[in-house]
T-cell receptor, first 113, second 114 residues
Framework: AQSVTQPDIHITVSEGASLELRCNYS??????LFWYVQSPGQGLQLLLK??????LVQGIKGFEAEFKRSQSSFNLRKPSVHWSDAAEYFC???????????FGTGTQLKVEL | DGGITQSPKYLFRKEGQNVTLSCEQN?????MYWYRQDPGQGLRLIYY???????QKGDIAEGYSVSREKKESFPLTVTSAQKNPTAFYLC?????????????FGPGTRLTVL
């Protein structure tokens, strides 16, 4: 069965600092990986996705993620965080019947001004 | 504008009552999904449907029911059999096809059972 682990429940960074959110996945075949962001009380918005090709993926809002098969990881990065980036971030893997998404438990990002 | 609508935003019900959450999409997507979100647990799949008049159970279907009579609509009923129904419920849809196609999410409904 597929699974996703986000080891950091909360992360606090200062505005302008760099950010890396960790994601490890378990999936038997080629993984299809996603990062979503959720503002409080809102739905999820897709930041970026990976399913083949270049292992460094660019997304919206200045985010990028790097797929590392040897480490089963898909970490999200941003060089300089803005206060508006404060939100909850979810990593997900797709597969199986119905192309279901399996989500990690999320990382809550706080940005200090 | 194309998108997914969930109504109402907030819903309050007494214990023992069934309640139906609405999800409508005008994206012409074939597949639709219902998730439940609880603090610290991420999103868990309740039911999904890949085509009209067909749906499958997800990981936590007990106490829930769905229907898919129209392509645009996928309502979720939270029955009195659901032991802990208070949660944030999210509906999503996607174009049919391979697993690389992303899901699009609605704004969610927060259900509180008193």
């Amino acid at each position: 069965a597929q699974s996703v682990t986000q080891p950091d429940i909360h992360i606090t960074v200062s505005e302008g600092a760099s950010l890396e959110l960790r994601c490890n996945y378990s999936y038997g075949a080629t993984p299809y990986l996603f990062w979503y962001v959720q503002s409080p009380g809102q739905g999820l918005q897709l930041l970026l996705k990976y399913f083949s090709g270049d292992t460094l993926v660019q997304g919206i809002k200045g985010f990028e993620a790097e797929f590392k098969r040897s480490q089963s990881s898909f970490n999200l990065r941003k060089p300089s965080v803005h206060w508006s980036d404060a939100a909850e971030y979810f990593c997900a893997v797709s597969g199986g019947g119905g192309n279901k998404l399996t989500f990690g438990t999320g990382t809550q990002l706080k940005v200090e001004l | 504008d194309g998108g997914i609508t969930q109504s109402p935003k907030y819903l309050f019900r007494k214990e023992g009552q069934n309640v139906t959450l609405s999800c409508e999409q005008n994206l012409n997507h074939d597949a639709m999904y219902w998730y439940r979100q609880d603090p610290g647990q991420g999103l868990r799949l309740i039911y999904y449907s890949q085509i009209v008049n067909d749906f499958q159970k997800g990981d936590i279907a007990e106490g829930y029911s769905v229907s898919r009579e129209k392509k645009e609509s996928f309502p979720l009923t939270v029955t009195s059999a659901q032991k802990n129904p208070t949660a944030f419920y999210l509906c999503a849809s996607r174009i049919q096809g391979g697993p690389g196609n992303e899901q699009f999410f609605g704004p969610g409904t927060r259900l509180t059972v008193l």
